[in-house]
């Protein structure tokens, strides 16, 4: 909403404040005023004049030379370039030595070898934007409607000398989309009265029910409609005053009925709509919903289809209006209109907000009706909207209106007492101050043992409860004012749960590897996962309305924005780029989905370059399958998981076939790490990545609790044994064997070299494993410890065909 | 056979003295000491000797070895210190070359400022909630006083999955899934971090998806005085206690009174600066008393109960710390952006 100071002062005495000071206030009460614009700053040394001769350019074919009137002692000589400046005008001069909006410097001038004294000029050039300059000006130069004082000051004449505020309201405010409202609203800031604008309309002999019948066919929808014909009247340009107020306003001028409308429902918060009553065909307005599939041609020319659920005026056949959103193109009015329906109605919120929203319609009229107009203020404002036309336009009103009219006028009262007030706030107002604030909010009430009867005056449609008018008191008394106390509930214990708690020991896992934390998009495309191997069928959770086919549906892995990233880390020259996430998934096996995904939270890694680099000593290791292994490995332990934990040789869609490992945990998938397959990394220009992707909540179940073992009192024994087994065994396998074979006194059994190559025989390999045998009673004998490992390499012998090296 | 011993031990001294490696100095051990050396051949002698004498020249050839041991000891000592000497100084090394590095990683600032965030709140007495991010119109919605059709739902321009399911556009709907776990018994004191979502264009200013911190207390004589001591509080903590903070009307749909919280801007220090739009003040969060239809609906008895709620954008919190200019940068994963927050 664009508020002119100016035109507020016509309902509010604001003399003895700056602009700024009202602002600021408004601001500090919950008008926001979001930016100031004042409309002549940037204008200096600008006169009415006129023009008294007009004559071509010898030399020039659209230059024009006058000779105008600035009320000096010598008229000027200015050429003028506009097609429309003629002998006559009263038009505005920039004088040499002036400013123009953009920082213009008016300057003496030959043009065309004609000297040029200063500049007619145009509302664009004033400052106004093109798409509100009324039709007649928007290709030359502004030329007074009335006759001016050569010389006066033309900024006063054009109303520039004003600062327009604009408004940021919230949703609940929709009383300040009117300047009726704002007026109520900065009185009420300031404790003073509002002026409210006169209406003065003569008598008519006959009522508009002489002329129309207005029917309602949905009253629910439509609960006041009101039509005054007025008869006679004449369309011409507004009077200047009113053409710069809607300017200001940010409206175009059109003509003078129309701006009449437009005028009214600033000032009101009312929206009307003038019909030219020749061109409506009929004596009667029926008022009902479309019929599916309807259709008509609105005013700006477009042919719209109707919805069963969209409120239509109708001449009793044809539409002639989509109700309170955009008149028809067939009753608009136009120059030669002489005679005119005006209608002044109230139109449900939700009616209208969903008729603007299916046709994707925003006007000044709807974003009114969707919020609630004054359901007091219908009446008035269409009698304000007759009488300006009366006097603007000429014509015969006829009064009263023909009406439907079943609304509901009442005021909401509200009970709230003084201590509801303070035990909300944490105050200690008194009676006074609180009645105060009501007095001048204009709310009138009672009071009966410090309880409030309020009357909310049926402008204010955001106030329902005792909490709204308390806020009322809250932001007029001052939110400043209102003191800094700490609750006096019970303490309780701040803490984060145990989930919360490993997330943080994960990322600083993490941070303590190397990787960096990368946040990503959740929103992608099933084209996109499928890079990676995923179904592009699979079911999944899309977006209704996408807004790019990038961003369609919910991800179900984190993998491939991480890609994302090392690509784009890597198209500027950052080659070592580790990074981990841990965000959610979103799951479904519907595909018509209705119900709410599973989201997982998963944590995944892409790791590319350089692990380890310390160049001068010549370390440098370039990540491998086993770095990531090893983070993986360090984070379970840190984690306390890792006795449930395998990795599993698997394949994989999308990675690398003999480098991609299952992660298990009690026997379940929970995850894997892997080399992405080298012709995936290509599509992403990428070299040999290598990834993991675990489900974080199925990592963190079960948690074995941390136990005590006693510090051996006895040594340990230690065997190495180095084994031939074929290929394609696995380490953990053999692993497996002797841990199972070697009962109690086996506490540990690590692996400490794979060797394939001379010396073993093709198709087989050698691996070596340190044994450690600890008796936590006794101290062990050779004999004990031989027993056992004899049993082992039998049993390893029988299992997996594993053979003592030699 | 005293004079023979005098000159053997004299004779094996020099020797001593004169020996300047280790392994000069062990010749003359095995040379002197050794089972063949001349003292342990004289010994041989010692049967010639008269009862009288041989006590003497044993226990003069007794002294004899000692010394020269110790003395042999000692200047082992000495030559062992100056070879290990030599050693070391062969093993010096460069010590301004680079050290083996110990990799860091970078927390997200995101992360940072959540975390950040939560131990405040969590010291003042907080647990973290946390809710889904795909909702149903019910909890981002309705439950919090926007029924279907509520103008307010514009505010929020909304990624819908079917009619009723969406990203959720806010963390507010955590608000009612923690009430409902209370069961209508206070006192609730959450905060809930997370992601939201709305249909904006990404620039440099907005994002599609982004995050935010929601709060909510709720209990038996909750009072705006509190929410405001509560923010004191915090933005003291987390922004330095030279911050000031102010309130200012606003208005959301699941709080009334609803308010604006403002922090004095830092750059400045309130003076007016571009920072701040030259108003002094920087605007961090909403905030307001929970409206008793979010209360009932949460299953709280609004007659019984009051409360307050907030809610703060967590890019703008990191923005505002670092001095980041561009939303984008939390989104792109460059770890020329990331890297830096390695020190945090």
Known sequence: MLVSYQWLQKYVDLTDLTAEETAEKLTRSGVEVDAMTNLSEEIDGLTAGYVEACEPHPDADKLSICRVDIGEDAPAQIVCGADNVAGGQYVAVAKVGGTLPGGMKIKRAKLRGQTSEGMICSLQELGFESKLIPKKYSEGIFVFPEPVTPGSDALSLLGLNDTVFELDLTPNRSDCLSMLGVAYETAAILGRSVKKPEMPVTESSEPSESRVRVDVAAAEANPYYGATVIENITIKESPLWLQMTLMAAGIRPLNNVVDITNYVLLEYGQPLHAFDFDRFNSDEVLVRYAENGEQMTTLDEETRVMQADHLLITNGKTPVAMAGVMGGATSEVQNDTKNILLEAAYFDPVTVRKASRDHGLRSDSSVRFEKGVDPQRVRDAGKRAASLIEELAGGRVLLPPEEFDQLDRSERQIRVSLTQINGLLGTDLTVEDAADVFRRLQFTFEISDETFAVDVPTRRQDIFIEADLIEEVARLYGYDRIPVTLPNSATTPGKLSDRQKKQRQTRRFFENTGMHEAVSYSLTSAAKEARIGIDQQMPRVDVALPMSEERSALRTTLLPHLLDALEYNKNRNEYNVHLYELGSVFLTEQTAINEQPDEKTYISGAFMGRWFEHAWQKENRDVDFFAVKGVLEGLFAELNTSERIAFVQTEKEGFHPGQTAAIMADGIEIGFVAQLHPSVAKTWSLPAVFVFEIDFDELIKGEMPMSYQPVPRFPAIDRDIALIVDKTVSAEEVADVIRREGGSILTNVALFDVYEGEHIESGKKSLAFSLRYLDPEKTLKEEDVTDVHETILKALYTALGAELRQ | ?344
């Open chain 2, 1 to 344: 056979m005293l004079e023979r011993l005098q000159e053997l031990y004299d004779e094996a001294a020099k020797k001593v003295d004169d020996a300047v490696t280790l392994q000069q100095l062990n010749d003359v051990r095995v040379a002197y000491l050794g089972k063949k050396g001349p003292i342990t051949e004289l010994m041989k002698g010692m049967g010639s000797l008269s009862a009288d004498e041989r006590p003497k020249v044993g226990q003069k050839a007794n002294e004899v070895r000692e010394s020269l041991t110790k003395k042999i000891e000692e200047k082992e000592a000495v030559l062992e210190k100056e070879e290990l000497n030599n050693k070391l100084k062969n093993e010096q090394i460069d010590v301004t070359l680079p050290g083996r590095p110990v990799p860091k990683g970078a927390r997200h600032p995101l992360t940072s400022v959540v975390e950040t965030i939560e131990d405040v709140f969590i010291g003042m007495g907080f647990t973290v909630a946390e809710g889904p991010e795909v909702e149903t119109d019910y909890y981002n919605f309705e439950s919090l006083n926007l029924p279907k059709h509520h103008p307010a739902r514009d505010m929020q321009d909304t990624f819908f999955i079917t009619s009723d399911l969406l990203l959720r556009t806010q963390t507010s709907p955590v608000q009612t899934r923690s009430m409902e776990k209370h069961r209508g018994q206070g006192p609730v004191k959450i905060i809930c971090p997370g992601k939201v979502y709305r249909r904006d264009e990404d620039d440099a200013t907005h994002s599609h998806q982004f995050m935010q911190i929601e709060g909510l207390v709720v209990d038996e004589g909750i009072r705006m005085s509190d929410l405001k001591g509560i923010f004191a509080t915090f933005v003291k903590q987390y922004f330095g206690e030279d911050r000031d903070i102010r309130l200012r009307p606003s208005f959301f749909p699941f709080t009334e009174p609803s308010a604006e919280l403002d922090i004095s801007c830092a750059m400045c220090n309130g003076e007016g600066c571009r920072t701040c739009k030259h108003t002094g003040w920087i605007e961090v969060l909403g905030a307001g008393m929970v409206h008793p239809n979010v209360l009932e609906m949460g299953g709280f008895d609004p007659e019984k109960y009051t409360g307050f709620a907030f809610g703060m954008g967590v890019e703008r919190f990191a923005m505002l710390k670092y001095g980041i200019d561009d939303i984008r940068h939390f989104y792109t994963n460059d770890a020329r952006f990331l890297r830096q927050f390695a020190r945090e």
